[in-house]
């Protein structure tokens, strides 16, 4: 399907376990974003990336780790997670000479 | 990064046109103007975009000031599905981030 594809959509994981959420876009966008969404934080950027092995810290990088081996995915992954990193998880992506964004669908992620 | 202000709510009744406003003071010449909008447990979707001169396409209209010291997202006429949260940021096309604030929630009574 072509788009942006998130997966899971929802997971609980514990304390101290890694964890790696995914992200999938089809059309061979340059740049890609990882965001956090809290109550009462809205967005916060965590990582993002302008293209294949090269990334850069967001906002709130503490904890996370990225890669983006290939144009089309850009997994975040979650070392050891912590309670503090329960939250809605949104990818997204958008073409070097274009301005509009387009997001996933979210993962939301529990850690318990 | 330049900032915006906007209000933390607003409410509009069905079928009625809303405006959304917007602040930003800081902006400089090379920062577009865009709104995104968040419905409920989605992702955030793309509204408009602007520069210097006012915008319409099939979901709004964005009217921007002279100074472009601020904005504003025109709904003509409001319905239901669009009760969201409704973000504008600023954006340079040589700049890769998006960064979001809190935005306006919207609410629209039947």
């Known amino acids: 399907d072509a788009g942006i594809t998130q997966s899971p959509r929802y997971k609980i994981t514990e304390t101290g376990r890694q964890v790696t959420l995914m992200c999938h876009q089809t059309w061979s966008h340059s740049y890609m974003f990882w965001y956090r969404q809290d109550l009462g934080h809205g967005l916060r950027l965590i990582y993002y990336?302008?293209?294949?092995?090269?990334?850069d810290k967001g906002e709130v990088p503490d904890g996370y780790v990225v890669s983006r081996s290939k144009t089309e995915n850009f997994p975040l992954t979650l070392e050891s997670a912590t309670r503090s990193q329960t939250s809605v998880y949104f990818c997204?992506?958008?073409?070097?000479?274009?301005?509009?964004?387009?997001f996933g669908q979210g993962t939301r992620l529990t850690v318990v | 990064d330049a900032k915006t202000t906007q209000p933390n709510s607003m409410e509009s009744n069905e079928e009625e046109p809303v405006h959304l406003p917007c602040n930003h003071s800081?902006?400089?010449?090379?920062?577009?103007i865009h709104w995104y909008r968040q419905l409920p447990s989605q992702g955030p979707e793309y509204v408009i975009h602007g520069l210097t001169s006012n915008v319409n396409n099939r979901m709004a209209s964005l009217a921007i000031a002279e100074d472009r010291k601020s904005s504003t997202l025109i709904l003509h006429r409001a319905t239901l599905r669009d009760a969201a949260v409704y973000y504008c940021i600023l954006h340079t096309g040589a700049n890769s981030k998006l960064t979001f604030g809190k935005g306006i929630t919207l609410s629209v009574r039947p």
């Open positions: 800081t902006i400089s010449g090379t920062d577009y």
């Open positions: 990336s302008a293209a294949a092995d090269i990334t």
């Open positions: 997204a992506s958008r073409p070097s000479q274009g301005l509009e964004a387009f």
